[in-house]
T-cell receptor, first 116, second 115 residues
Framework: EPEVTQTPSHQVTQMGQEVILRCVPI?????FYWYRQILGQKVEFLVS????????KSEIFDDQFSVERPDGSNFTLKIRSTKLEDSAMYFC??????????????FGEGSRLTVL | AQKITQTQPGMFVQEKEAVTLDCTYD???????LFWYKQPSSGEMIFLIY??????QNATEGRYSLNFQKARKSANLVISASQLGDSAMYFC????????????FGTGTRLQVTL
């Protein structure tokens, strides 16, 4: 069964460094998302992406964050200058344009970011 | 205000027993979808079950069923015949119309299945 894949599975970085998290969504999906989960807390929406542009973003998704789909298969999340509070599990997800009424999101296994 | 509320931070259930995980939600949209995801200790998010706001019948997927009470705005997950592998975090989530399938998650319930 097709799946969303994410790399790296774990990244450790120094505060202030740039980080790029990569995702390969399911190939025929058209909506892409990043969510994050701070340890022990709930999963929070960051951004959704459709038709090569951001369709919605949360308050968390400030100027330090950016997303792009550089080559039609990868979907990346960049954090320009990491802060300690960016330490979290970052989940990529994708969704087909219309899975009936379900709108089910297919999640990757996550990338754990640790900022020191 | 919380859009999704899960009031049970942790639950225990004996193997082979049924367990209900509570979820209440808040929305003014007439059209919405409710989801349950399972997150085992390995961290991935696994889709379990979906209920649409206009669905007449409660959703079922194998051992999972969703007890949907629209007037009470509740969407409880029922797991029948619990197995040790059901031990995990369970998240309730909601998608509202016009949000491009963006999901809002609750805080989760940690289920522990015991022998």
């Amino acid at each position: 069964e097709p799946e969303v894949t994410q790399t790296p599975s774990h990244q450790v970085t120094q505060m202030g460094q740039e980080v790029i998290l990569r995702c390969v969504p399911i190939s025929n999906h058209l909506y892409f998302y990043w969510y994050r989960q701070i340890l022990g807390q709930k999963v929070e929406f960051l951004v959704s992406f459709y038709n090569n542009e951001i369709s919605e973003k949360s308050e968390i998704f400030d100027d330090q964050f950016s997303v792009e789909r550089p080559d039609g298969s990868n979907f990346t999340l960049k954090i320009r200058s990491t802060k300690l509070e960016d330490s979290a599990m970052y989940f990529c997800a994708s969704s087909p344009l219309d899975r009936g009424r379900t709108g089910e999101l297919f999640f990757g296994e996550g990338s754990r970011l640790t900022v020191l | 205000a919380q859009k999704i509320t899960q009031t049970q931070p942790g639950m225990f259930v004996q193997e082979k027993e049924a367990v209900t995980l509570d979820c209440t939600y808040d929305t003014s949209d007439p059209s919405y979808g409710l989801f349950w995801y399972k997150q085992p200790s390995s961290g991935e998010m696994i889709f379990l079950i979906y209920q649409g706001s206009y669905d007449q019948q409660n959703a079922t997927e194998g051992r999972y069923s969703l007890n949907f009470q629209k007037a009470r705005k509740s969407a409880n997950l029922v797991i029948s015949a619990s197995q040790l592998g059901d031990s995990a975090m369970y998240f309730c989530a909601m998608r509202e119309v016009g949000t491009a399938s963006k999901l809002t998650f609750g805080t989760g319930t940690r289920l522990q299945v015991t022998l």
